[in-house]
C-alpha cells in the first residue's frame, strides 16, 4: 500500500507539472531525454543521415535557440543540415553576421568513418537547447555541420576504419561518393561538399572553425591530439595565440579536471634516441591550414581511435567545452586578431609558398601507450583497444615550418581572359577580381619557366603539375576584358598562395592552367612590379 501511495503520488506531482510547468521548462525536460542514434544503442550504432536531421529538427522545435538550415549539397544530392545556435531572431547569414558576436563554425564527418564528432556535435546542440552552456550565447553563435560527408556516411559497413573500436555496428566511409577526400580538397573544390562548405564560410564568415576528426597509427598515450594552422603563409598572429595560448590552456584544463592527456597532432619516425614526433603538412588544402589562409582560426581534432567510442564522444565533448569556454571568454580578442587580419596589407611582403618542418631545439616528453587486440563480435576482425598506460619518450619535436620557397606579395595580378576556369576557382573561395574596360599598357612581372612537369601518379583525380623558373620585368598591353586581382583585400594570402607559380597548392599545382600552358616557356598571370 505504502508503494503504490507513493506512486499515486508521484504520478499527481507529473501531471501537475505538465499542466502548470511554464512552457519552456516542459520542452527543456522533454529535450533532456531525447538521444542520438549512439546514445540510444549504447554506443554500438553510429548516426544516419535521417537520424541527424531528425534529430535537429526535433531540438530546433522544441527551442527558440536553435535554427535548423542547410548550407549545400552532397554529391548525391543531399542537403547538408546546419543548426544555427544563439540568442539570434533567425538563421540568415546576415542575421548572425549582425549580432556582432563571435562566429564559430564546428564541422563534424569530413571522413564518414570518423563518427564520434558526429554524436558530439548533435548531443551539444541539444545540451544547449536545454539550458547548459547559457553563458556562451552571451558572446557567441555557434554553427554546427554534424554530418559534412553525409553520402560517405550512409556507407556503412562492419569494417570500415578496420582496427577502431567501434562503432561495432558499422561506420561510413573516408571519402564521399565521388571517391575524393574532401580534406584534400579544399584549394581545388572538386567536390559539392567542399564548395558548399566555402559558401558558408562566405555568407557567415565564422572567425573560429572547428574540425572533427578520429587519428589512427601511432599507439600515443594522448586521449586526443590537436593541430592549428601552422602554413607559414598565414597570418602569425593566428598560430601565436592558438598555439601559445588557446591550446595549452585547453590541455591544462582536461588534466586538471580528468588527468587526461593531450598534444599536439604528430606521430613518431626513427629510432631512440633520435625519434621525432612530426605534424601533419602545411598545406593549405587541410581545412585547418585552408583556414588559416582566410585569416580565421582553424582547429584540428584527432580523437585517439582505439579508446572505445563511448569514450572518444566523451573525448570530443570535453574537448568542445574547453574550447568553447576559451573562445568565450577570449571573443573580443579573437574578433580583433581576425578583424586586423583581414585589413592589414601584405603588399611587398615575402611570403612562403614552400616550406620545411622547423625541429625544436631541444626534445621533448612524448608519452606513447599501447593497445591490446580485441575481437570484432559480429564480422570477426581484429580491433585495437587502448591500454591505459604512459610511456614518456623524449623526442624531437617537429610541430611548426619554416619557408624554402618564398615570394613578394605585388599589388595586383592580371590574368588574360582564356584562364577564366582559375578565375572562376578564385571567385569561388571569394577572392575579389574585376576585369579591364579598355586596353592597358604598363610595367609588369613575367614569370619564365625553366621547367615543366607533372607527376607520374594521379592523386585525387589530378595529376599535379609542378613549375621552376624566374620573374622578370615587362612591358606589356593588356587587352580589354583581362582580370585584375587586387591583393588590398582580406583573401589576399589565400589569392596569392592560390595564384604563385611556384605554390605547392595552387592553381597550377591542379591543372587549371593546364590548357594556356601547353607549349608556352611562360606562365599566363602577370603581376605588378611595385
Known amino acids: 500500500?505504502?508503494?503504490?501511495?507513493?506512486?499515486?503520488?508521484?504520478?499527481?506531482?507529473?501531471?501537475?507539472?505538465?499542466?502548470?510547468?511554464?512552457?519552456?521548462?516542459?520542452?527543456?525536460?522533454?529535450?533532456?531525454?531525447?538521444?542520438?542514434?549512439?546514445?540510444?544503442?549504447?554506443?554500438?550504432?553510429?548516426?544516419?543521415?535521417?537520424?541527424?536531421?531528425?534529430?535537429?529538427?526535433?531540438?530546433?522545435?522544441?527551442?527558440?535557440?536553435?535554427?535548423?538550415?542547410?548550407?549545400?549539397?552532397?554529391?548525391?544530392?543531399?542537403?547538408?543540415?546546419?543548426?544555427?545556435?544563439?540568442?539570434?531572431?533567425?538563421?540568415?547569414?546576415?542575421?548572425?553576421?549582425?549580432?556582432?558576436?563571435?562566429?564559430?563554425?564546428?564541422?563534424?564527418?569530413?571522413?564518414?568513418?570518423?563518427?564520434?564528432?558526429?554524436?558530439?556535435?548533435?548531443?551539444?546542440?541539444?545540451?544547449?537547447?536545454?539550458?547548459?552552456?547559457?553563458?556562451?550565447?552571451?558572446?557567441?553563435?555557434?554553427?554546427?555541420?554534424?554530418?559534412?560527408?553525409?553520402?560517405?556516411?550512409?556507407?556503412?559497413?562492419?569494417?570500415?576504419?578496420?582496427?577502431?573500436?567501434?562503432?561495432?555496428?558499422?561506420?561510413?566511409?573516408?571519402?564521399?561518393?565521388?571517391?575524393?577526400?574532401?580534406?584534400?580538397?579544399?584549394?581545388?573544390?572538386?567536390?559539392?561538399?567542399?564548395?558548399?562548405?566555402?559558401?558558408?564560410?562566405?555568407?557567415?564568415?565564422p572567425h573560429v572553425m572547428i574540425d572533427l576528426h578520429t587519428t589512427d597509427g601511432s599507439y600515443h598515450a594522448y586521449h586526443l591530439t590537436w593541430e592549428v594552422p601552422n602554413n607559414p603563409a598565414a597570418d602569425p598572429r593566428i598560430e601565436r595565440l592558438a598555439r601559445y595560448e588557446w591550446m595549452p590552456a585547453v590541455t591544462r584544463a582536461f588534466k586538471s579536471k580528468y588527468g587526461w592527456d593531450l598534444f599536439s597532432y604528430g606521430d613518431p619516425s626513427g629510432e631512440k634516441p633520435g625519434r621525432v614526433w612530426s605534424t601533419v603538412e602545411d598545406l593549405p588544402r587541410y581545412t585547418h591550414n585552408y583556414w588559416g589562409l582566410r585569416n580565421r582560426f582553424g582547429?584540428?581534432?584527432?580523437?585517439?581511435?582505439?579508446?572505445?567510442?563511448?569514450?572518444?564522444?566523451?573525448?570530443?565533448?570535453?574537448?568542445?567545452?574547453?574550447?568553447?569556454?576559451?573562445?568565450?571568454?577570449?571573443?573580443?580578442?579573437?574578433r580583433k586578431i581576425t578583424e586586423e587580419a583581414d585589413t592589414t596589407s601584405v603588399v611587398g611582403q615575402r611570403l612562403s609558398l614552400q616550406s620545411k618542418l622547423k625541429r625544436s631545439d631541444q626534445m621533448v616528453e612524448i608519452l606513447m601507450g599501447d593497445v591490446e587486440q580485441v575481437i570484432h563480435p559480429y564480422s570477426g576482425h581484429v580491433m585495437l583497444r587502448r591500454v591505459d598506460v604512459r610511456k614518456p619518450e623524449q623526442m624531437w619535436l617537429e610541430a611548426t615550418f619554416e619557408p624554402i620557397e618564398s615570394e613578394r606579395v605585388p599589388s595586383a595580378y592580371y590574368a588574360p581572359a582564356e584562364t577564366g576556369a582559375a578565375m572562376d576557382l578564385l571567385q569561388a573561395h571569394g577572392v575579389r577580381m574585376e576585369r579591364l574596360t579598355q586596353p592597358l599598357t604598363m610595367d609588369l612581372e613575367e614569370f619564365q619557366i625553366a621547367s615543366n612537369e607533372t607527376a607520374g601518379q594521379v592523386f585525387e583525380g589530378h595529376q599535379q603539375r609542378t613549375l621552376t623558373g624566374k620573374y622578370a620585368p615587362i612591358r606589356r598591353s593588356l587587352p580589354a576584358g583581362t582580370y585584375r586581382i587586387p591583393m588590398n583585400q582580406p583573401l589576399s594570402r589565400l589569392a596569392f598562395y592560390l595564384i604563385e607559380p611556384r605554390s605547392n597548392d595552387g592553381l597550377l599545382t591542379w591543372n587549371f592552367l593546364d590548357d594556356v600552358l601547353r607549349a608556352s616557356s611562360v606562365y599566363p598571370i602577370l603581376r605588378t612590379r611595385n
Not at 41 to 60: C, K
Not at 163 to 186: C, E, F, V
Open 299 to 334: 582547429i584540428l581534432s584527432e580523437a585517439y581511435s582505439y579508446l572505445p567510442f563511448q569514450e572518444r564522444v566523451t573525448t570530443v565533448t570535453r574537448f568542445l567545452e574547453e574550447l568553447l569556454n576559451f573562445a568565450h571568454a577570449h571573443a573580443g580578442e579573437i
Open 1 to 205: 500500500m505504502a508503494i503504490t501511495a507513493r506512486l499515486r503520488y508521484v504520478i499527481v506531482l507529473w501531471l501537475l507539472w505538465i499542466v502548470c510547468a511554464p512552457a519552456q521548462a516542459r520542452r527543456s525536460f522533454e529535450l533532456s531525454r531525447l538521444k542520438t542514434r549512439a546514445e540510444r544503442t549504447e554506443y554500438i550504432e553510429t548516426s544516419r543521415y535521417d537520424d541527424v536531421v531528425s534529430f535537429l529538427n526535433t531540438v530546433a522545435q522544441a527551442s527558440p535557440l536553435v535554427d535548423i538550415t542547410t548550407f549545400g549539397y552532397t554529391f548525391e544530392g543531399r542537403p547538408l543540415p546546419l543548426a544555427v545556435v544563439g540568442r539570434v531572431s533567425d538563421a540568415k547569414p546576415e542575421t548572425v553576421r549582425s549580432s556582432g558576436k563571435l562566429r564559430v563554425y564546428i564541422q563534424a564527418n569530413i571522413h564518414a568513418g570518423e563518427v564520434e564528432g558526429k554524436e558530439s556535435a548533435q548531443a551539444l546542440v541539444r545540451d544547449i537547447a536545454t539550458g547548459r552552456y547559457a553563458r556562451w550565447l552571451d558572446s557567441m553563435v555557434l554553427l554546427i555541420a554534424p554530418i559534412y560527408n553525409a553520402d560517405g556516411n550512409e556507407r556503412v559497413s562492419l569494417t570500415n576504419r578496420g582496427p577502431q573500436n567501434g562503432p561495432i555496428g558499422g561506420m561510413g566511409t573516408r571519402a564521399n561518393a565521388q571517391g575524393l577526400n574532401i580534406n584534400r580538397d579544399n584549394m581545388k573544390l572538386d567536390t559539392p561538399e567542399a564548395r558548399s562548405m566555402v559558401k558558408l564560410l562566405r555568407n557567415y564568415d
